[in-house]
């Protein structure tokens, strides 16, 4: 199995988007602590770049064995059927409102 196709350029710049919102909620100096790192680091970081490799990852996933078992999972879940509730006694009687 191997990869097919690149990411888009909107995928890209979603994921890049994405990135900087959630970065936006802490300062560098918090997020570079949280990553165990000098706060310079994460000023230089190329966020489009980041997330170019995002891209390319969810794309392999889609391609690779385990990427295919959590999609059946995912699908066989998402697509049972919800079981009816159950009928308590009573329950057949219409309910009825007039305005």
Same mark, same amino acid.
């Given at each position: 199995? *191997?990869?097919?196709?690149?990411?888009?350029?909107?995928?890209? /710049?979603?994921?890049?988007?994405?990135?900087?919102? *959630?970065?936006?909620?802490? *300062? /560098?100096?918090?997020?570079?602590?949280?990553?165990?790192?000098?706060?310079?680091?994460?000023?230089?970081?190329?966020?489009?770049?980041? %997330?170019?490799?995002?891209?390319? %990852?969810?794309?392999?996933?889609?391609?690779?064995?385990?990427?295919?078992?959590?999609?059946?999972?995912?699908? &066989?879940?998402?697509?049972?059927?919800?079981?009816?509730? &159950? %009928?308590?006694?009573?329950?057949?009687?219409?309910? *009825?409102? /007039?305005?």
């Amino acid at each position: 199995m *191997t990869l097919t196709s690149k990411p888009t350029e909107q995928e890209i /710049n979603r994921a890049e988007t994405d990135l900087l919102m *959630t970065l936006s909620l802490v *300062t /560098n100096r918090e997020f570079a602590r949280l990553v165990g790192c000098h706060e310079s680091k994460i000023s230089r970081t190329d966020w489009r770049y980041i %997330a170019t490799v995002l891209c390319v %990852a969810r794309k392999s996933l889609e391609f690779s064995h385990l990427g295919m078992l959590v999609q059946e999972v995912v699908k &066989a879940v998402s697509t049972q059927k919800q079981k009816p509730l &159950a %009928a308590t006694k009573g329950s057949e009687q219409q309910i *009825t409102i /007039n305005f």
